[in-house]
């Protein structure tokens, strides 16, 4: 019985997530869900990215914690329009959270939403939001072995940054092992090396983001 609840809840979400999908294609808007751990860098990897775009490429994010506006507020100084979703407990984004949300963004001219997910390795992979792919931010103090140990998640990703790359040095992280993990779960994936602290990566990070606008 629970299993068949779960099953209506996200076909539900399913269908919601293709209008939105639709939607936002329909008016050329590629939107990128941003998922990854607490901590991982998911706002300071934006809160870099977003002042290096090209000028013309206009961007918004839509930001989902469980409570507290801090990220929006954060990715409102870089001058694009954000807005927050708390979930109020609620450990994942879900459509009609991100359709509610989409309402206050004025949608014309943007090339780009992005939307930062709970801080969650878990259940955010079975929840579509409209997205047209995903973004897992992964870093070096979380250990190389998140692929095997969180493969729903990693296997839906299009794009894996490995942040906080700038502490390597300190840590007993191998990227070969972490590489070697994505190749197992997810070798389509591709992955990019990136510092939201010091920028290194960046510039490529904009080129992948670029390469795909609509
Ligand atoms: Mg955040
Ligand atoms: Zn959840």
Known sequence: MKVNVMTDILKAN????????????????????????PGSGKTSVLERLIPMLPAEVKAAVVEGDLATSRDAERIAKTGVQSTQINTKGGCHLDAAMVR???????????RLIFIEN??????????????TGRIIVSSIAEGD???????SMFRTAQLVLLNKIDLLAQTDFKIESFISGMKR???????????????SGMPELVKWIVNRLL
């Not at 509610?100 to 943007?110: H, M």
């Not at 072995?145 to 493969?151: A, G, M, Q, S, T």
Request: charged residues 30%.
């Open 14 to 37: 399913d269908l919601l997530a293709r209008d939105i999908r639709e939607m936002l294609s329909s008016r050329r808007i590629v939107s990128w869900n941003i998922m990854g751990s």
């Open 145 to 151: 072995d998140k692929p095997d140990k969180y493969p």
């Open 118 to 131: 709970v801080g969650n390795l878990v259940c955010p992979a079975e929840f579509a939001l409209g997205e």
């Open 100 to 110: 509610s949300a989409l309402e206050k963004i004025d949608l014309d001219g943007l």
């Open 185 to 199: 779960i997810n070798p389509k994936a591709d992955i990019l090396q990136v510092s939201a602290r010091n920028g």
